[in-house]
């Protein structure tokens, strides 16, 4: 069914169910993704992958903290496909799944922003 949402620039039409359509898995899945992003740790890395592609080390260092920590945040964010990575030899690199990811902490962001 198509059905209008409504995004920070007006509705558009997309396969998506409406807010009074959510069943309890949609609804899950929804509530899944933010418990994930209640993190600051992950909204941070989320935040310096919008600058583009970054190896696990360069993201330690940035952010101070241990690569295996870092390690950890990202599977969670892989685990909910909202990173991806790609193997260059013995070294990961990382990047944003997809314009989705940044349309919801641009959102998010706007949000704490006007208050």
Do not use: C
Not at 91 to 99: G, I, K, P
């Amino acid at each position: 069914m198509e059905t209008a949402i409504l995004t920070g620039t007006g509705a558009s039409s997309h396969n998506t169910p409406s807010f009074a359509e959510l069943d309890d898995q949609t609804s899950q899945r929804l509530a899944n993704i933010f418990k994930i992003l209640g993190d600051p740790t992950r909204i941070k890395l989320l935040s310096l992958l919008t600058s583009g592609e970054m190896r696990v080390s360069d993201i330690a260092d940035t952010l101070n903290m241990g690569q295996s920590a870092i390690s950890h945040q990202l599977r969670v964010l892989r685990d909910a496909s909202l990173v991806k990575f790609r193997k260059e030899g013995k070294e990961a690199w990382y990047s944003l799944d997809d314009d989705h990811v940044v349309k919801l902490m641009s959102q998010g962001l706007e949000h704490v922003s006007h208050g």
